[in-house]
Nanobody
Framework: EVQLVESGGGSVWAGGSLTLSCSWT????????????LGWFRQGARGGREGVAS????????DYGDLMKDRFTISEDPAKNIIYLQMFNLQPSDTATYYC????????WGLGRYRYRGQGTQVTVFT
């Protein structure tokens, strides 16, 4: 089991930037793997889950959703068990609740299904 706590959301004008943080803690280690895939996903008003970016703790490899890499950067601080999502040139279409998710994994499987999710942090972009 993994506990995740997001922070850093807020309201910005279009063109602005935000950095989200996710502190993650392993409550009970999974027998499947000692490594984790950690990802940022978002859910907007239309309700669909959209993958933003992910990182694999095994080698630091990253993956991004379509069109996300231009304006979003995922990074991790392994010593602190924190991952970050830097967001640039935000647009109203980026308005959503952003979730940090985790899944034990053996390799970077990108933005697939993740078992553990935080409570989410709201990002609102005004025109």
């Amino acid at each position: 089991e993994v506990q995740l706590v997001e922070s850093g959301g807020g309201s910005v004008w279009a063109g602005g930037s935000l950095t989200l943080s996710c502190s993650w803690t392993v409550i009970s280690r999974d027998a499947y793997s000692d490594e984790y895939c950690l990802g940022w996903f978002r859910q907007g008003a239309r309700g669909g889950r959209e993958g933003v970016a992910s990182v694999f703790t095994g080698d630091g490899g990253t993956d991004y959703g379509d069109l996300m890499k231009d304006r979003f950067t995922i990074s991790e601080d392994p010593a602190k068990n924190i991952i970050y999502l830097q967001m640039f040139n935000l647009q109203p279409s980026d308005t959503a609740t952003y979730y940090c998710e985790a899944e034990p994994c053996l390799t970077n499987w990108g933005l697939g299904r993740y078992r553990y999710r935080g409570q989410g942090t709201q990002v609102t972009v005004f025109t």
